[in-house]
């Protein structure tokens, strides 16, 4: 395979994985949206598009989300579990998103082994907290650069490339 096919092959799948990853984000709000209107919630739609938009905060977004949903949820409806349930649902839909989809697709950027990005994203964050989880995909990502160039570590990086 010539240079150039190389360089055709990596903008389509660059192309690709940045349009999946538009697709992901445009459709979050939706997710919430359906989410707030199979529990009941009022104003479903508003509901949905803030917490689509407030969601790109990293951890602040999603507890804030899960904060004023219960809030309004009690409002609604008086009752802890209904909003506990609302507040829960938006917290499974945070964490869909941020740990599923997130995880697959930081994998598929540097190239990296989904299972051992998400296997390091575990371990990390059980060793260091929030930094661990903050910080286990770059060094994983540092970890896979310096073990394809080492020839006595070529394995690991075979290990957790893809």
């Known amino acids: 395979m010539s240079e150039l096919e190389r360089s055709l092959l990596r ?5 690709d994985e940045r349009a999946f990853r538009e697709l992901i984000e445009g459709h979050r709000d939706r997710v919430y949206n359906i989410t707030f209107r199979m529990l009941g919630m009022e104003y479903a739609e508003l509901w ?3 917490a689509g938009i407030i969601h790109t905060a990293p951890y ?8 004023a949903s219960l809030i ?6 008086h009752s802890w579990t209904h909003a506990f349930l609302v507040a829960g649902a938006t917290i499974v839909v945070a964490t869909l998103v941020g740990m599923v989809f997130a995880t697959w697709l930081a994998s598929r950027q540097t190239r990296m082994n989904t299972t051992a990005s998400f296997v390091g994203l575990l371990f990390f964050g059980w060793i260091w907290g929030l930094w661990g989880v903050l910080l286990a995909i ?8 310096v073990c394809d160039r080492n020839e006595n570590w070529k394995a690991v ?5 893809r």
């Open 11 to 15: 903008r389509l799948r660059d192309r």
């Open 48 to 50: 949905g598009v803030a």
């Open 60 to 67: 602040f977004g999603p507890a804030l989300i899960a904060g």
């Open 72 to 77: 309004a949820a009690f409002m609604q409806f």
């Open 138 to 145: 770059p060094i994983l990502a540092i970890v896979k650069a």
């Open 157 to 161: 990086g075979e290990l957790l490339g």
